[in-house]
């Protein structure tokens, strides 16, 4: 059993007083064993509780040093005993396209409505009748609303979105009445759906206390159940707002804000100080409250890395990039939650290059590969996807889609590549920072030199910069992110006023490049 840091014993401290508690680990801070360590003293004091993560995976790495008596699962998993499993008979059904559960629903087939310059068909509304749903389950709201309508590509200005949502509503809360029949219905049953209904029963979780795990990104509907146990639960809400990446999937930081004891994991057991240091120029510029410690027997090295195990890219189309690199230079290569996702793009992309209409859900406005590419190129709504443009306009669908068929199994690759989003939560020796991590474009103004001063750093990119150098634990190739050796927030000076200006939150102003999907 490890003995505890002096942090890891004030959080255990503060835990058996029975205060609700905010937990702000740092990235490789021991979190999980600090979490048990919690468990194990309610235990002792008699108390009962459980352990809630986003997802499975997350749960069972919990449930591996946590003691036998506090249940590790998701809020997914408590729902379903409640309420899902009443469902059980509809959610085995057989998958069904989109379309035909729009038809089920009173979607005329040969349905075609102009919206703006584009036309939606029945299969694109029947899509977005469905993700209207699932988008309503994850939120908080009582009810199915206009806000829920997710904005459709190629169709995003607000009259456009007010026309699509009037024809949207009623189909979505035609679907979410046939959800709540038990036995059968038209719509097909996913977990979302029994998450929702849970939430809406208002529950009463039975324990002394609850752990929330990944608390920086929370769905709202689980907030809200969580939330609502402060009265008879000691809540300990844990994660790291600094690696708050989901905020444009819809996803909260509970941390920030909470009203609990704030305490902190700061000394890392993943790296050394060169890295903690690299990672304290991110966390500076997002003015986290953390600052991380590097294990003081670990070397971590930042320097150049000629085949790192690990190159995080910041978009998926730089990860294509990167594979089809790695390839070429005969190298055994994985992608991070496989080539599915980005197989169907390339499927996509070949269709509308023929002059046909795609079934992906986020090409279905655009009918040929010039309207994507206008849309791309000049619409600042589409600008995310150009790195994707560009990339089937270099490479062709036929390349990309020979290279997803070469990928490896990660066991056996030589080379992992990820985005920085699905590196979240991981850690591999040796990484390397892709080149599509650019610096904020350069100010109209000059410095005292003549040269052009660099624009503000985006809070969400250096959130996300952050999630990336902390993957590291003996060697870090900063790659694409050495511009923050040159930019004056690279390593402000305590009171620095000017260094503190060259930063923006994405908050308040719409970030150039989009979410960082594509
Ligand atoms: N007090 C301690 N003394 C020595 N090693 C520790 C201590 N606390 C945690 N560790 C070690 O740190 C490593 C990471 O811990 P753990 O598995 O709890 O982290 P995690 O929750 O998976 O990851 P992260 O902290 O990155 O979120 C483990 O090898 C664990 O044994």
Same mark, same amino acid.
């Given at each position: 059993m490890n003995t505890p840091t002096t942090e890891q014993a004030a959080a255990t401290e503060a835990f058996s007083t029975g205060a609700h508690l905010v937990i702000q680990a740092g990235a490789g801070t021991g979190k999980t064993t600090t979490l048990a360590m919690l468990a194990r003293t309610a235990r002792r004091q008699g108390r009962s509780g459980r352990y809630i993560a986003f997802n499975r995976a997350v749960a069972r790495h919990?449930? #591996?040093?946590?003691?036998?008596?506090?249940?590790?699962?998701?809020?997914?998993?408590?729902?379903?005993?409640?309420? +899902?499993?009443?469902?059980?008979? #509809?959610?085995?059904?057989?998958?069904?396209?989109?379309? @035909?559960?729009? &038809?089920?629903? +009173?979607?005329?087939?040969?349905? !075609?409505?102009?919206?703006?310059? !584009?036309?939606?068909?029945?299969?694109?509304?029947?899509h977005t009748v469905l993700r209207t749903v699932t988008r309503f389950c994850q939120s908080a709201d009582p009810e199915v609303a206009s806000h829920h309508v997710p %904005?459709?590509?190629?169709? $995003?200005?607000?009259?456009?979105? /007010?026309?699509?949502? $009037?024809?949207?509503?009623?189909?979505?809360?035609?679907?979410?009445?046939?959800?709540?029949?038990?036995?059968?219905? =038209? =719509? !097909?049953?996913?977990?979302?759906?029994?998450?929702?209904?849970?939430?809406?029963?208002?529950?009463?979780?039975?324990?002394?206390?609850?752990?929330?795990?990944?608390?920086?990104?929370?769905?709202p509907v689980v907030e809200q159940v969580v939330t609502a146990q402060r009265d008879h639960a000691q809540l300990v809400m844990v994660g790291d707002s600094a690696q708050a990446i989901y905020g444009w999937r819809g996803a909260r930081d509970v941390m920030t804000g909470f009203d609990g004891r704030q305490l902190s994991l700061s000394r890392s057991f993943r790296f050394g100080p060169a890295l903690a240091a690299e990672a304290n120029r991110w966390l500076t510029i997002i003015e986290a409250p953390l600052r991380l410690t590097g294990a003081p027997d670990l070397k971590t090295y930042v320097r150049q890395v000629r085949a790192p195990?690990?190159?995080?890219? !910041?978009?998926? &189309?730089?990860?294509?990039?990167? =594979?089809? #690199?790695?390839?070429?230079? +005969?190298? @055994?290569? /994985?992608?991070?939650?496989?080539?599915?996702?980005?197989? &169907?793009?390339?499927?996509?992309?070949?269709?509308? $290059?023929?002059?046909?209409?795609?079934?992906?859900?986020?090409?279905?406005?655009?009918?040929?590969?010039?309207?994507?590419? $206008?849309?791309?190129?000049?619409?600042?709504?589409? @600008?995310?996807?150009?790195?994707? =443009?560009?990339?089937?306009?270099?490479?062709?669908? %036929?390349?990309?889609?020979? /290279?997803?068929?070469?990928?490896?199994?990660?066991?056996? &690759?030589?080379?992992?590549?990820?985005?920085?989003?699905?590196?979240?939560? @991981?850690?591999?020796?040796?990484?390397?920072?892709?080149?599509d991590f650019t610096g904020p474009d350069d100010l109209d103004e000059l410095g005292e030199d003549g040269t052009p001063l660099p624009g503000p750093i985006d809070l969400d990119e250096a959130r996300l910069a952050y999630v990336a150098v902390t993957r590291a634990r003996s060697l870090l190739d900063v790659g694409g992110l050495s511009w923050i050796n040159v930019h004056p927030a690279g390593d402000p000076r305590p009171g620095d006023g000017d260094a503190a200006e060259q930063v923006s939150d994405s908050r308040e102003q719409p970030t150039k490049r989009g979410a960082g999907k594509w």
């Amino acid at each position: 059993m490890n003995t505890p840091t002096t942090e890891q014993a004030a959080a255990t401290e503060a835990f058996s007083t029975g205060a609700h508690l905010v937990i702000q680990a740092g990235a490789g801070t021991g979190k999980t064993t600090t979490l048990a360590m919690l468990a194990r003293t309610a235990r002792r004091q008699g108390r009962s509780g459980r352990y809630i993560a986003f997802n499975r995976a997350v749960a069972r790495h919990a449930a #591996r040093s946590f003691p036998a008596k506090v249940p590790c699962g998701t809020a997914h998993a408590l729902a379903y005993t409640a309420v +899902g499993r009443r469902f059980q008979a #509809r959610m085995n059904s057989p998958r069904q396209a989109g379309w @035909r559960t729009g &038809a089920a629903l +009173g979607i005329d087939d040969g349905m !075609r409505v102009r919206l703006g310059e !584009r036309t939606l068909t029945n299969k694109a509304l029947s899509h977005t009748v469905l993700r209207t749903v699932t988008r309503f389950c994850q939120s908080a709201d009582p009810e199915v609303a206009s806000h829920h309508v997710p %904005p459709l590509r190629g169709a $995003e200005p607000a009259p456009l979105h /007010a026309f699509l949502a $009037e024809l949207v509503l009623p189909y979505a809360r035609k679907a979410w009445a046939d959800l709540q029949r038990e036995d059968h219905g =038209v =719509v !097909r049953f996913e977990h979302d759906h029994y998450l929702k209904m849970w939430a809406l029963s208002e529950p009463v979780i039975p324990a002394d206390f609850l752990l929330l795990d990944e608390a920086q990104d929370t769905n709202p509907v689980v907030e809200q159940v969580v939330t609502a146990q402060r009265d008879h639960a000691q809540l300990v809400m844990v994660g790291d707002s600094a690696q708050a990446i989901y905020g444009w999937r819809g996803a909260r930081d509970v941390m920030t804000g909470f009203d609990g004891r704030q305490l902190s994991l700061s000394r890392s057991f993943r790296f050394g100080p060169a890295l903690a240091a690299e990672a304290n120029r991110w966390l500076t510029i997002i003015e986290a409250p953390l600052r991380l410690t590097g294990a003081p027997d670990l070397k971590t090295y930042v320097r150049q890395v000629r085949a790192p195990e690990a190159i995080l890219c !910041r978009t998926n &189309a730089r990860a294509m990039v990167e =594979v089809i #690199r790695q390839l070429a230079a +005969g190298h @055994r290569v /994985a992608l991070a939650g496989g080539g599915e996702a980005l197989g &169907a793009l390339a499927r996509a992309a070949h269709d509308l $290059e023929a002059g046909r209409r795609t079934a992906h859900p986020e090409l279905m406005l655009f009918e040929t590969w010039g309207e994507l590419h $206008e849309y791309a190129e000049f619409d600042p709504a589409g @600008r995310d996807l150009l790195p994707l =443009v560009e990339l089937v306009d270099e490479h062709g669908t %036929p390349a990309l889609l020979r /290279a997803l068929q070469q990928l490896s199994p990660e066991e056996s &690759a030589e080379v992992t590549v990820s985005t920085a989003h699905r590196a979240k939560g @991981r850690e591999w020796a040796s990484v390397r920072i892709a080149d599509d991590f650019t610096g904020p474009d350069d100010l109209d103004e000059l410095g005292e030199d003549g040269t052009p001063l660099p624009g503000p750093i985006d809070l969400d990119e250096a959130r996300l910069a952050y999630v990336a150098v902390t993957r590291a634990r003996s060697l870090l190739d900063v790659g694409g992110l050495s511009w923050i050796n040159v930019h004056p927030a690279g390593d402000p000076r305590p009171g620095d006023g000017d260094a503190a200006e060259q930063v923006s939150d994405s908050r308040e102003q719409p970030t150039k490049r989009g979410a960082g999907k594509w």
